[in-house]
């Protein structure tokens, strides 16, 4: 039997603005943090069933390594939640802000 996958997660107080920012820059990355705010946790294929497995893996474990979201492991699922009340301590209103700045149909283009 294979022991389970155990990730890594910065701790609440080392979650910096910087990294945060940058996991939310890019549109799909900020689609799937909406995602998971709207819907709770997840199996991270959910999160982008039609990716190649490589650019999900790159996408999910930038937002983990930012603490942005906490990944666990079910089985063979990578189950993915917000870390929404750390985030909430660390940086008062920012998801809030920044989901109701994103349109929920994509960047706003002009």
Same mark, same amino acid.
């Given at each position: 039997?294979?022991?389970?996958? %155990?990730?890594?997660?910065?701790? !609440?107080?080392?979650?910096?603005?910087?990294?945060?920012?940058?996991?939310? =820059? /890019?549109p799909?990355?900020?689609?799937?943090?909406?995602?998971?705010?709207?819907?709770?946790? %997840?199996? =991270?294929? /959910?999160?982008? &069933?039609?990716? &190649?497995?490589?650019?999900?893996?790159?996408?999910? =474990?930038?937002?983990? /390594?930012?603490?942005?979201?906490?990944?666990?492991?079910?089985?063979?699922?990578?189950?993915?939640?917000?870390?929404?009340?750390?985030? /909430?301590?660390?940086? &008062? @209103?920012?998801?809030? !802000?920044?989901? !109701?700045?994103?349109?929920? =149909? @994509?960047? %706003?283009?002009e």
């Open positions: 039997m294979t022991p389970a996958r %155990v990730y890594q997660h910065p701790g !609440t107080d080392e979650i910096a603005m910087p990294r945060v920012l940058f996991a939310l =820059s /890019e799909l990355r900020l689609t799937m943090v909406r995602t998971l705010a709207e819907r709770g946790e %997840v199996d =991270s294929v /959910e999160l982008g &069933p039609d990716l &190649p497995r490589s650019t999900l893996t790159h996408h999910t =474990s930038l937002l983990r /390594e930012s603490g942005v979201v906490f990944v666990r492991a079910e089985g063979r699922k990578c189950m993915i939640r917000l870390r929404r009340e750390d985030l /909430e301590e660390r940086f &008062p @209103g920012l998801i809030d !802000t920044v989901l !109701t700045g994103y349109p929920e =149909s @994509g960047p %706003v283009t």
